[in-house]
Structure formats: structure tokens, C-alpha cells
């Protein structure tokens, strides 16, 4: 089993709607999760992070982590056609190295 | 302001040739982080430096592929006797403090360097 385990998509949405993207992963001494995007050709931007269980917002963004489950979530909220990138999840152990889902691309369609 | 700055951003090496990437970090930031991301794949770790140590290489291929972080300049991920299969995007991130990645440490990435193996 994979230590973070992520749907690739392609994820095609209609600009507006709700977007859910997942993650689960293995290693309940996870401490630290976040969510990256990746444009075509950048750099990872990190987008959110968070450290409990529960919910975290930011603008259009909510990011929800279920530690009882291993299970997180991105949340976008009325979608924009620039929201089109890939999405990666992270997790890291305190003092270690980040350990990354493989991404959901995602297609904000006009 | 300047970001985490990789160069060379496009980087194309024969078969058996050395590659070297570079990575400076955040005004301020001590801590190195190389991944590599080939097509349709997250990012795989590859080496945790900080300053004249390594902390953590255990993504690293066992042969060709070295990383260090000298006390002055950049980090250096090196890649002896290039085969077509390390062909890939190459990104370095840094982090700040003692080490520690905590909720108010960010780790920000570079815009990374594209390896292509002819």
C-alpha cells in the first residue's frame, strides 16, 4: 500500500461548481498536511496547510482533514476556469521529509 | 524578494554525461529538499540537506546521484553517467528554521529544471 494515495483524474468541472479533491494515506503519525497546485510547467505552490483534524478555510478554499479516517480534502468553491492545474496532497512527520499523493489534474471548463 | 532559484531550467545531457543541477534557497532558509517528477507522477522525494549535512537521502538512487549544500553557495543534486530514465523535472524547495517543518514553516518550491537525456 502506498503511503499517500491520490485519484490522477483528469477532474472536468463546469466553471461555478463545487470542486472535492482527495486524499488518503497509510501513516496515522502524519502530522502535517497540505495541498499544493501545480501549473503546467511550474513549480508546486503551496496552497493550504494544516496540522488537526477538522476544517481550514481560506477564501475559496477549505481543506478538511478526518485523522480517525486518513482521509483529507480540498474543497473549491465556485470554480474559476484559472483554478485549472494540478492538484497534489502532502504530508510530512514533524522534522521529516514530504511525502506527496500524485496529483489530481483538474479542468475548470468555461 | 527572490524566491527558491533553480537554474539551469532546461538542461540537456547525452547518455553517459555528468548533470548538475542547482538549487539557492530563500533568503534565510538553511534547509534543502530535492524531488524529482517525471510525467503523469507526483513529486518522489530524493534527498532533506541542510548546510554541509545530509539529514535524510534514503530517496536517493544508491549510484550516480550525489547532493550537497555547502556552507557557502548553492545546493548541488549531481547526476554521473546520465541514462534516459532520469529524464524528468527536477524541483528543490527550502524551508526555514532549525530543521523543523512545522505549521508556521513553509516549504517552498523552485520553478525546478527540465532533464533531458538524448
Known amino acids: 500500500q502506498k503511503e499517500v494515495e491520490q485519484d490522477p483524474g483528469p477532474l472536468s468541472v463546469p466553471e461555478g461548481a463545487i470542486v472535492s479533491l482527495n486524499c488518503t494515506y497509510s501513516?496515522?503519525?502524519?502530522?502535517?498536511f497540505m495541498w499544493y497546485r501545480q501549473y503546467s510547467r511550474k513549480g508546486p505552490e503551496l496552497l493550504m496547510y494544516?496540522?488537526?483534524?477538522g476544517n481550514k478555510e481560506d477564501g475559496r478554499f477549505t481543506a478538511q482533514v478526518d485523522k480517525s479516517s486518513k482521509y483529507i480534502s480540498l474543497f473549491i468553491r465556485d470554480s474559476q476556469p484559472s483554478d485549472s492545474a494540478t492538484y497534489l496532497c502532502?504530508?510530512?512527520?514533524?522534522?521529516?521529509?514530504?511525502?506527496f499523493g500524485k496529483g489530481t489534474r483538474l479542468h475548470i471548463l468555461p | 524578494n527572490a524566491g527558491v532559484m533553480q537554474n539551469p531550467r532546461h538542461l540537456v545531457r547525452r547518455r553517459g554525461q555528468e548533470a548538475r543541477l542547482r538549487c539557492s534557497p530563500m533568503?534565510?532558509?538553511?534547509?534543502v529538499y530535492w524531488y524529482r517528477q517525471l510525467p503523469e507522477e507526483g513529486l518522489k522525494f530524493m534527498v532533506y540537506?541542510?548546510?554541509?549535512?545530509?539529514?535524510?537521502e534514503s530517496g536517493m538512487p544508491k549510484e550516480r546521484f550525489s547532493a550537497e549544500f555547502p556552507k557557502e553557495g548553492p545546493s548541488i543534486l549531481r547526476i554521473q553517467q546520465v541514462v534516459r530514465g532520469d529524464s524528468a523535472a527536477y524541483f528543490c524547495?527550502?524551508?526555514?528554521?532549525?530543521?523543523?517543518?512545522?505549521?508556521?514553516?513553509?516549504?517552498?518550491f523552485g520553478q525546478g529544471t527540465r532533464l533531458t537525456v538524448v
Open positions: 524547495a527550502s524551508s526555514p528554521g532549525q530543521g523543523r517543518f512545522t505549521m508556521n514553516t513553509e516549504a517552498f
Open positions: 501513516n496515522s503519525a502524519f502530522q502535517y
Open positions: 494544516t496540522y488537526s483534524s
Open positions: 502532502a504530508m510530512t512527520l514533524r522534522d521529516d521529509k514530504i511525502i
Open positions: 533568503k534565510g532558509h538553511s534547509h
Open positions: 540537506l541542510q548546510k554541509e549535512n545530509i539529514i535524510d
